[in-house]
């Protein structure tokens, strides 16, 4: 598996779409590229700071908006600290064939382009990663063995960027391992055989999947590279991140020790919203009643994972351990997920997930876009258990068991036969009328009225117990 090839494949496509629909003023991301005389180029902490805070080393590069004061130009080393550079110093020896996004032909060019990066390991028992160049601030510990590139000195510390290690290492917790060429640092990762370097090991788990940081997963039967042996039983993987040693040897305990929690709300109607670990997704919310994963629990929080048999969907984020029942105390939580039927045959935009009518799915929660809209986007699964958000915006959705819950109306609103503003009206219904809840979405719900099924907008119902 490899994440950090698949994200750069996702974020050259990301930045393809925004160059493409995108006002120009919006579109204006150059990248930088160190060729300057001697080890590299001088940055500074500000636009107007006189003395240079650091140095960052030929071969350094990065991307950076053209947002100029003072002739300097700001990017950010990592989500903490931003560097402030004289464009024209950083790329003064640029030579004229140099292509940033690489092409063929280029390699011999960059094989010769000066580079003063390296790759260094930790040297001692455990040192500290800092956000910034000076301060206490830290994102985590690296124990000896750990490897990275470094890419700039600033003060008494080395700046590093290297598979998911970025920040300031004190130098003297660092030694160097090789001196890299311009291709080793910036090309050769990209290459087919740069992985041949490293040793390659199968995760071996007892069935579940492991954790490894910032919403990745590494399931039962993946292969991965192996970076270094650290110094407390951890392996720095090639791709991304670090994972217990015995995951890797057949020989050893396996177990995940998985630990399990029922999603749990005030009322059955409600649902439990899930704050996610990326940005710019879609928010997510779970049905009262639905089984999740619990990764890790840090004080009131806990970190919980709803995952199909499809593997790549997935549902990840962090919500209050309060509203988690654990053991037998799950049994006792009133299930708000509803069984359906397609009524018609339903693929979605990629054609991922094709079902016929009459397919029988378990609505566990919904989809709620970045953006105010009228289409329902429901979490279901399948009784295979693959996990997908189905859109609802013609009704397609057949509730197969009574509910049992009632709402009341709140003002007088539109009975429709479809979940959408264009839906055929059925009637008009008084405030202070009750419904029967068949399915709830979080734009529209389904309703049962006088005998008459469909749907009306969810803000207008008071869901009752």
Not at 238 to 248: H, M
């Amino acid at each position: 598996m490899n994440v950090k090839r698949l994200l750069s494949g996702l974020a050259a496509c990301m930045l393809l779409t925004l160059v493409l629909c995108v006002p120009a003023a919006y579109a204006g991301e150059e990248t930088v590229t160190v060729q300057a005389p001697g080890k590299g180029v001088e940055v500074y902490s500000s636009y107007t700071a006189k003395k240079p805070s650091g140095i960052l080393y030929n071969c350094y590069m990065s991307t950076t908006y053209p947002n100029y004061k003072n002739n300097r130009s700001a990017f950010g080393l990592n989500g903490e600290y931003e560097a402030y550079l004289v464009f024209e110093q950083a790329e003064e020896l640029i030579p004229e064939i140099y292509n940033p996004f690489g092409g063929d032909g280029y390699e011999e060019v960059y094989k010769s382009m000066l580079c003063n990066a390296f790759e260094a390991e930790v040297c001692v028992e455990k040192t500290p990663l800092y956000l910034k160049p000076e301060g206490k601030k830290t994102s985590m510990t690296c124990y000896r063995g750990t490897r990275t590139v470094v890419w700039g000195e600033f003060g008494g510390r080395y700046f590093v960027d290297d598979y998911g290690i970025t920040g300031f290492i004190d130098k003297k917790h660092l030694s160097k391992i090789a001196d890299l060429s311009f291709w080793d640092a910036n090309k050769a990762p990209y290459k087919d055989g740069y992985e041949e370097r490293f040793e390659e090991k199968t995760v071996i788990t007892d069935g579940g999947h492991i954790h490894i940081g910032d919403g990745y997963f590494l399931e039962n039967g993946d292969k991965v590279r192996v970076r270094a042996y650290t110094g407390n039983g951890q392996v720095q993987l090639l791709d991304y991140g670090f994972i217990e040693g015995r995951f890797l040897d057949p020989e050893g305990d396996h177990s995940t020790n998985n630990v399990y929690a029922v999603v749990k709300t005030d009322s059955p109607l409600n649902r439990l919203r899930v704050k996610s670990l990326y940005i710019n997704d879609w928010e997510k919310k779970l049905c009262s009643g639905v089984r999740v994963e619990v990764l890790e629990i840090n004080g009131q929080n806990a970190l919980i994972s709803l995952k199909g048999a499809n593997k790549s969907e997935r549902v990840t984020g962090t919500v209050q351990k309060k509203y988690l029942a654990f053991g037998e105390d799950g049994e006792k939580v009133k299930n708000g997920c509803t069984r359906v039927a397609l009524t018609e045959n339903y693929a979605d935009n990629w054609g991922d997930y094709a079902n016929p009518a009459g397919t029988v799915l378990t609505v566990v929660g919904c989809e709620v876009p970045p953006t105010a809209g009228i289409v329902d986007q429901l979490l279901v699964m399948t009784e295979a258990g693959e996990l997908f958000a189905l859109y609802n915006e013609n009704g397609i959705l057949e509730p197969l068991d009574p509910a049992g819950y009632q709402a009341k109306i709140t003002t007088e609103l539109i009975f429709r036969e479809k979940p959408n503003k264009n839906g055929k009206k059925i009637q008009s219904l008084p405030k202070g009328a009750r419904v029967e809840v068949l399915l709830r979405g979080e734009c529209w719900t389904m309703i049962r009225h006088n005998k008459k099924t469909g749907y009306v907008m969810s803000r207008y119902l008071k869901f009752l117990q």
